[in-house]
């Protein structure tokens, strides 16, 4: 079991920085997901962990040892690729064997390491064949075989699904989950996929620009987004967000806009400023005219059979997700009422930064 | 400003393309009456008839020459007056009493030229592809000046092989360039184009440096197209230096190699003018490949009469050769391509 922690990680190619400071902690065993758009630098992360990249300044620990000038081989990591990088004039036997022959290893125990880690992984009628001949999920097993047979420190996954298609993804999602069940090592994971972020991981680390949005357990950033970046990061369909003035009314708060008008229980709000409502499309409800907090007109609905989502637009609202369980038969342009759950509001200021969680 | 720069380069556009849209109308009017009379489906034909015609005058007729040549007898030029058909030439050519030593053989030239080429080939193509590899390889690192360098080791492939003879006699002559460094430096003179030990060695040597860029060009195609990440995957799985090379790198370029390989070899089997110019085959035989003998038998037989037959049987013999070379080379081609395919 191994702890990897980053201190004041910072990483510029020429002139440009590309990570401004970024402390990270990974627990012994744990499963941590670097989640964020394209260029946000978790791969660049991943890669300064494996030694791929020089950083500019900073720290990496791993268990306690300084291994920022210590070179890729020597840090006794195992790395799985986005494009599998499995050697394509080699076996899948002699692929993963690659790095036990590296150490010289024994030829029975190389057999019996590369024996058990295909019969973990399911692949074991396909040892003899090339690359070539296997599917991409196949190619991605190997992959993982590839690091399992090293008894790594650590597993690094840079995006390793993303070459897939979207029912091999669930599907290796899963059997990466069990897989760390299994062999229970740590693991750092890389995608721009929220979804497989919030099913595979212990902690997730949003990255933005360089810079940690938030780290946190999945849905304690699902629930508590520390920046409006979070929080439309991380769920979906994506959080709504909605134009505010906070109006002071005998020590509380009313929420205004041209479309509602919502009493709160924030308390820290500055009069007459503006803020961002975001409510998540589950947490509004269509409800009757009586009970509603806005009416709004769809534009259009996505019936899914188990549930619906509705596209609606109101006087300053151009775009609102809703969520619905179950089937509900709307006509484009007709009315809806609508109540947000009053618990499940999140304000940012103009910042962008949360005010739900002072 | 811009505007200025814009109306000015569109100006000169305009005035360029006066003499353009004439040259294209003047072939309209040669282009449709022949339309009209051929049909839209037949007029690719038109347009690669100019070169059937001097494929067909340089390289077609000539080839069938050659082959009525090697199997005619006699001294006249004139077909009708050659004795057909014959195989006196290719037995002329083929005899002999121990095909090892060029001395029992009828055509002892011939046999001469024969060995002298397969030392050649095997030599400078073997060597070639060790630098070019080397060369590659280092080239293809993040070295200051890579682009520069690059270029510098392709430059000799430009130049005319008459032009690396020239320069290096003028470097490896006994009162050479090279000679006066070496005697600056105490040394003693060497023979390189007059000793029969030294100018097989010169002329490979300026053989290679002549081509090799052109072949350092291919395998460092070939070490780009190899993706980086496998590099990254071998690093992480602790990988030495040199079992990355000999492990990953090479494996991957060997298709690369061998239309290398084959290439070099077709091309070392033709070599010609720059060793004709460098040491005109000498001292003696020793650097008379075959193509010289089919030159000289043919063309250049000082006192007897010229050859035509002996030497057309002789370029017959050469032409298999190059043909079973060629046939490889597109056979490892198309496998090459499949390979990268894989990658």
């Known amino acids: ?358 | 400003m811009k505007n200025t720069r814009n109306q000015i380069k569109s100006f000169f556009i305009r005035i360029l393309n006066i003499p353009f849209a004439f040259f294209m109308h003047a072939i309209d009017l040669i282009m449709w009456p022949i339309q009209k009379i051929i049909g839209v489906r037949n007029m690719p034909y038109i347009f690669l008839l100019p070169n059937l015609i001097f494929f067909g005058l340089f390289v077609i007729i000539p080839l069938g020459a050659n082959i009525f040549f090697s199997l005619s007898s006699g001294d006249e030029l004139l077909f009708a007056e050659r004795e057909l058909p014959t195989t006196k030439q290719y037995d002329e050519l083929l005899t002999c009493d121990n095909y090892l030593n060029p001395n029992t053989c009828t055509e002892d030239f011939f046999w001469r030229g024969v060995y002298n080429t397969i030392f050649f080939v095997f030599f400078q193509v073997g060597l070639m592809i060790f630098f070019s590899v080397l060369t590659a390889v280092i080239l293809n690192k993040n070295i200051i000046g890579r682009g520069f360098f690059r270029s510098v080791f392709f430059f000799p492939v430009l130049l005319s092989p008459v032009v690396v003879g020239l320069i290096w006699q003028w470097i490896l002559l006994k009162n050479g360039a090279f000679n006066a460094v070496i005697e600056s430096y105490g040394g003693n003179k060497v023979s390189f184009l007059t000793d029969p030990s030294w100018a097989m060695a010169s002329v490979i040597f300026v053989s290679i440096w002549a081509h090799m860029g052109f072949y350092t060009l291919i395998v460092l195609a070939g070490l780009q197209a190899i993706p980086p990440n496998l590099y990254e995957a071998a690093e992480m799985d602790g990988t030495s230096r040199e079992r990355i090379f000999f492990r990953i790198t090479l494996p991957l370029l060997m298709p690369n190699l061998l239309v290398v390989f084959i290439l070099a070899s077709i091309k070392g089997v033709q070599t010609f003018d720059e060793i004709y110019v460098l040491t005109g085959g000498g001292p003696g035989t020793s650097t008379s490949l075959i193509v010289q003998y089919i030159f000289t038998t043919g063309f250049a037989s000082s006192g007897s009469v010229q050859n035509f037959g002996l030497a057309a049987a002789a370029s017959m013999i050469l032409g298999v050769v190059l043909l079973i070379l060629t046939l490889m080379q597109l056979y490892f081609s198309r496998n090459k391509e499949s390979k990268h395919q894989e990658i």
């Open chain 1, 1 to 358: 079991m191994t702890e990897i922690i980053l201190k004041d990680i910072f990483k510029s190619y020429d002139q440009t920085e590309v990570i401004h400071g970024v402390n990270l902690k990974v627990e012994s065993g744990k499963f941590l997901v670097l989640v964020g758009p394209s260029g946000c630098g978790k791969s660049t992360l991943l890669r300064i962990i494996a030694g791929l990249e020089r950083i500019t300044s900073g720290e990496i620990l791993i268990d306690g040892n300084e291994v920022s000038n210590i070179p890729a081989s020597e840090r006794g990591l195992a790395m799985v690729f986005q494009s599998y990088a499995l050697y394509p004039h080699m076996s899948v036997f002699k692929n993963m064997a690659f790095a036990l022959e590296n150490l010289k290893m024994d030829k029975k125990i190389i057999e019996e390491k590369v024996n058990s880690a295909a019969k973990l992984l399911q692949i074991e009628d396909y040892l003899q064949r090339k690359p070539k001949a296997l599917s991409g999920g196949q190619r991605q097993r190997v992959a993982i075989g590839r690091a399992i047979v090293r008894d790594p420190k650590a597993f690094l996954f840079d995006e390793p699904l993303s070459n897939l298609d979207a029912e091999l993804r669930v599907t290796m999602r899963k059997e990466l989950s069990s897989l760390h069940e299994k062999i229970g090592g740590t693991m750092i994971y890389v995608t721009h996929d929220q979804v497989e972020a919030m099913t595979l991981a212990d902690q997730i680390v949003v990255l933005n620009n360089g810079y940690v949005a938030q780290a946190g357990a999945p849905l304690n950033l699902y629930n508590n987004p520390s920046d409006i970046f979070v929080a439309g990061f991380i769920g979906s369909p994506k959080m709504n967000f909605i134009k505010i003035t906070a109006d002071e009314n005998a020590g509380s708060f009313n929420l205004c806009s041209d479309s509602f008008n919502l009493k709160s229980g924030h308390k820290n709000l500055k009069h007459n400023s503006i803020y961002t409502l975001g409510i998540r499309p589950e947490h509004i409800e269509v409800t009757n005219k009586e009970d509603s907090d806005l009416i709004v007109n769809v534009d259009f609905s996505e019936q899914l059979g188990s549930e619906t989502y509705f596209y609606c637009n109101s006087k300053d609202i151009n775009q609102l997700i809703v969520h619905h369980t179950g089937q509900y038969k709307i006509n484009k342009g007709d009315e809806l009422y609508l109540r947000f759950k009053r618990d499940s509001l999140h304000l940012f200021s103009e910042d962008g930064m949360s005010v739900t969680n002072n």
